[in-house]
């Protein structure tokens, strides 16, 4: 371990942390980086391939992006943007490729196309809205409707085989959505950064976080002992390991917030017949009350070349907030100044306590209905039921000091902008690439002019809105779909 002031520390090496690094080294090839990682690798936590469903999330299927308003309509902002996200993404990925900073996108990045799948006239009058509502923004262009049983079936033959022929069901049809191996991808980026300088640790927790004069102290253990880094700057992405991090930081930042952890579980089935019938990923609707975590997804996946299909996901508990973290966690977590909100988000999100706790008693038949009503021709012996990654629902106060679910991704930073931070996990993974541009921007404002230039070569969209120009748009999208070796556009 270097005896001096890093320029930059990072906590954690799941896939924020890997594209983090990623883009300092493009951005500024001279500065120190250390990266601190408790496992013996890198992404075993949630951004491991079977922690998570693999979606490369670009609002083409999610009805839960669309927000239903008051007067009857409803209002797509959401997906557009996660759609912009996820472009920005795209971009980046194919940039570093031409670079050969990624050796190939093989190992990572599939074509599987996302649907959207609703049955009953109640849900099919739903999709029916959801999709006129997207059909005019200029990057859902290619985005297909259809209730004919016949064009689903060739879309996925799992989703019609063995339905009742009087049920009514709806589709929409994205070929240019994706299936991602976030864990080998984030293993790729940091097999990159220790060649190009960064100093990589393996089997170091850290510990502590406390302000030494102009840089942080990190205290770490490892199994040749305690130790010290210094670094100016610290970027904790430690996934559910973060909000403890923050809290003993001691910035006022983290203050307030709490977090819940929910487990993820999925079936599983490699039955060749299954794999072959759904070659796509279709999302169902999520049950009232319980948006972000309920709603069903069928997924194809491509995990080190071989096919398989997942449905879920189940929620369970589990009070670690990270698969290898203590029982102790959420204890840990609880403050005086969280307790409180934490306490009334469980009195104000009923629907929510009510769904988590069918979900955690649901028997494997049960599970199997839940299947069935996407895949009717489900047999219970071709699926296996894994343990999936730790989400821990972030809770922040609102201005009454009442306790607020966030379903999305709340960056955190210092007032020294010496230390930031990420909470929360939805869409997660996805956005790493305009989450990380934007913690850059936010803790180094004095550089932003300077690495305008670099990134916009990086990713030529950033600063400008694809949905305003669709040809512009479907230019950049055809020339990262070719460069990933996707299919659509
Ligand atoms: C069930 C489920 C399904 C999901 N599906 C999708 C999806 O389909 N698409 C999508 O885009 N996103 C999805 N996500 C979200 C996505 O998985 C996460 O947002 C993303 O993986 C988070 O990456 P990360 O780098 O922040 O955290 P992680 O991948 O969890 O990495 C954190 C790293 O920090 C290390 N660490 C923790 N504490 C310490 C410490 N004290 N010292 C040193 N190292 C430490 C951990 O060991 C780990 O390696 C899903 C998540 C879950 C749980």
Excluded at 156 to 179: C, F, H, K, M
Excluded at 218 to 232: F, K, L, N, Q, V
Excluded at 461 to 468: P, Q
Aim: proline letters at 4%; aromatic letters at 8%; one cysteine or more.
């Amino acid at each position: 371990m270097s005896s001096t002031t890093a320029d930059v520390a990072l906590v954690g090496a799941g896939i924020m942390s890997a594209t983090l690094v990623t883009l300092i080294q493009r951005l500024e090839p001279d500065w120190s980086v250390e990266v601190f990682e408790a496992l013996d690798g890198a992404a075993q936590e949630s951004s491991n391939a079977w922690h998570n469903a693999g979606t490369g999330h670009a609002g083409f299927c999610e009805l839960d992006y669309a927000t239903p308003l008051p007067n009857g309509t409803l209002e797509v902002t959401n997906a557009v943007t996660i759609n912009e996200q996820f472009q920005i993404t795209r971009q980046l990925w194919s940039s570093l490729l031409s670079k050969g900073v990624l050796p190939t996108a093989e190992t990572f990045v599939h074509s599987t196309p996302h649907l959207a799948f609703v049955s009953g006239a109640q849900d099919v009058a739903f999709l029916r809205q959801w999709y006129d509502a997207l059909k005019g923004e200029p990057l859902f262009a290619n985005l297909r409707y259809s209730d004919s049983r016949d064009e689903i079936g060739q879309w996925s033959s799992a989703l019609v085989q063995g339905r009742d022929a009087n049920e009514p069901i709806a589709a929409t049809y994205e070929a240019s959505g994706s299936d991602v191996d976030y864990g080998a991808l984030a293993r790729a980026l940091i097999d990159a950064a220790a060649p190009a300088g960064a100093a990589v640790h393996l089997q170091h927790r850290v510990v502590d976080l406390d302000r030494d004069g102009d840089a942080w102290r990190i205290t770490h253990r490892s199994p040749a002992g305690t130790g010290t880094s210094r670094a100016r700057f610290v970027f904790v992405g430690a996934g559910g390991g973060a909000l403890q991090l923050l809290q003993r930081a001691g910035i006022p930042e983290a203050d307030g917030f709490a977090g819940f952890p929910v487990s993820g579980k999925f079936l599983r089935t490699r039955s060749p017949e299954v794999v072959a019938a759904h070659r796509v990923k279709a999302y169902g609707r999520a049950e009232q009350g319980v948006p972000g975590l309920g709603a069903p997804h069928l997924d194809y996946r491509t995990v080190e070349g071989e096919g398989s299909v997942l449905f879920g996901p189940f929620a369970g508990f589990d009070p670690r907030f990270l698969k290898n973290g203590s029982r102790l966690d959420l204890l840990r977590t609880i403050r005086a100044g969280n307790i409180g909100a934490l306490l009334n988000v469980a009195v104000d999100n009923f629907d929510l306590v009510a769904y988590l706790v069918r979900e955690i008693t649901a028997s494997k038949a049960k599970q199997m209905r839940a299947l069935r009503r996407m895949m009717p021709s489900a047999e219970a012996e071709d699926w296996e039921l894994i343990t999936a990654g730790q989400r821990v629902q972030v809770i922040a106060k609102d201005s009454r000091g009442r306790g607020r679910l966030q379903f999305g991704t709340e960056l955190v930073v210092s007032p020294d902008n010496g230390l930031a931070g990420l909470l929360g996990a939805s869409p997660g993974a996805s956005t790493a690439v305009s989450v990380m541009i934007r913690l850059l921007q936010q803790a180094f404002p004095d550089r932003s002019t300077r690495w305008d230039g670099p990134l916009r070569e990086l990713v030529p969209s950033l600063g400008r809105a694809m949905n305003t120009d669709e040809d512009w748009a479907m230019d950049i999208r055809r020339e990262t779909a070719d460069a990933l070796g996707l299919a659509g556009v």
